[in-house]
């Protein structure tokens, strides 16, 4: 009698302790902190392109991209990490996994679906990347997966909680641009562009809202026009090395148009909350005083070659197989001709979480990630 009881007291004991690391567990993830869910372009984007058939010009997953955290190629187009993956360090999240990795790491926690080189139209980079449009056809089947992991209460709460990031549109401009006859003029009506531009992307900021999400963290454009690349082109062009002023003029166009796009959206959509980062303003401030950052070079890429590194041949697997690479990538605002460096990374996402009222409004990330009921 003693010892049966004493068995089974041990049972309990055992089927108590179970419960209770399943349940920490399952606590931690639904409840106590926000999953993060990304889309767009090469600022956000972990990988996702090494999965579909592409050339390497949209690809980063070749030494040395990486080589200042992760040791080895992820696939993201910088040194190290990007602005999602400190963001999800601070709201203590794993990394989040690429879309195509969530059979092997799951998704409870969020999941990445930017593609580098993808814009907010389908027609930019048609073939060679996974549109937004793609992105939120995916998105939805997570949900599916969701309802059928933890149950239409749990996954509900958890879409509901989750916040959902996005850095979307340079590129629908950059390869505007790029096809205009004179490399020096946008070659459509600007204004109508950018209205068309915003409403692709809205779209799809109502399409999360009606499957339940309700927290968006939006970039604004980025100032492409003084990046490397830029500067190797009109170094080509006339020996000036000078920002395609054409080209960030109508990136900042859209920028400024954003904040009145959003708050629209607020008092269109009941419960609908952002908050948008001036990413064109932060890397702009970096470009023209990088002392005052703590970097030393801000007109040159880290790696690649040509005028600025800013040929696109960082690791000698695009079609130019001749590079140059720094010592230092943390001294570089930019690490290759068209992606910022770790660096500017990790400095961006400490303003984006503590919300520096000069360039994110009207909130800091951090709030979003804290426990909502
Ligand atoms: C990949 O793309 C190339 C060129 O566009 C095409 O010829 C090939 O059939 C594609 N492969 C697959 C598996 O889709
Ligand atoms: C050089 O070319 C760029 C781009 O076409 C242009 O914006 C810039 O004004 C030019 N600079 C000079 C000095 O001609
Ligand atoms: C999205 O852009 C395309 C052009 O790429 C346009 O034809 C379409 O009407 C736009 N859709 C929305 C919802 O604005």
């Not at 090494?50 to 030494?63: M, R």
């Not at 996005?166 to 505007?176: H, L, N």
């Not at 910022?340 to 909130?363: E, R």
């Amino acid at each position: 009698m003693a010892i049966n009881s004493n068995l089974f007291h041990g049972f309990i004991c055992i089927l108590v302790a179970i419960i209770l690391i399943g349940c920490v567990e399952c606590n931690r993830k639904l409840v106590d902190t926000a999953s993060l869910f990304m889309f767009g372009d090469s600022i956000l984007d972990p990988g996702n392109n090494n999965y579909i058939n592409t050339t390497s010009d949209y690809q980063s997953n070749w030494w040395p991209y990486g080589e200042s955290f992760f040791k080895y190629p992820t696939g993201r187009p910088s040194d190290g990490r990007l602005i999602s993956d400190f963001i999800a360090e601070y709201a203590n999240l794993p990394l989040i996994p690429s879309y195509f990795q969530i059979d092997k790491e799951g998704f409870i926690d969020g999941v990445n679906f930017a593609s580098s080189l993808s814009g907010s139209l389908v027609e930019t980079n048609r073939g060679h990347v996974i549109n937004l449009k793609t992105q939120l056809k995916y998105f939805k089947k997570v949900t599916k997966l969701l309802n059928n992991k933890v149950g239409d209460k749990q996954s509900k709460k958890l879409i509901s909680n989750a916040v959902y990031m996005f850095s979307t549109g340079t590129v629908d401009y950059g390869e505007a641009f790029r096809s205009s006859p004179d490399l020096i003029h946008f070659p459509y009506p600007k204004q109508q562009f950018v209205e068309m531009v915003l409403s692709n992307f809205t779209s799809v900021l109502k399409e999360i809202y009606k499957k339940g999400g309700r927290k968006f963290a939006i970039f604004t454009l980025i100032p492409l026009g003084c990046f490397p690349g830029a500067r190797a082109f009109t170094f080509q062009q006339n020996k000036s090395g000078e920002c395609i002023n054409e080209l960030n003029e109508i990136l900042k166009m859209h920028s400024l148009a954003l904040p009145k796009t959003m708050k629209k959206l607020q008092d269109e959509l009941a419960g609908f909350k952002y908050t948008l980062f001036d990413l064109y303003e932060v890397i702009d401030q970096r470009i023209n005083h990088p002392l005052k950052f703590g970097f030393e070079v801000s007109k040159k890429a880290c790696c690649g070659t040509g005028p600025f590194r800013g040929i696109n041949s960082c690791g000698g697997k695009r079609q130019v197989k001749e590079y140059q690479l720094c010592k230092n990538p943390k001294d570089y605002v930019f690490f290759d001709a068209s992606h910022p460096s770790q660096s500017t990374y990790q400095q961006s996402a400490k303003l984006l979480w503590h919300g520096d009222p000069h360039v994110t409004k009207p909130h800091g990330l951090k709030s979003f990630f804290e426990f909502s009921g």
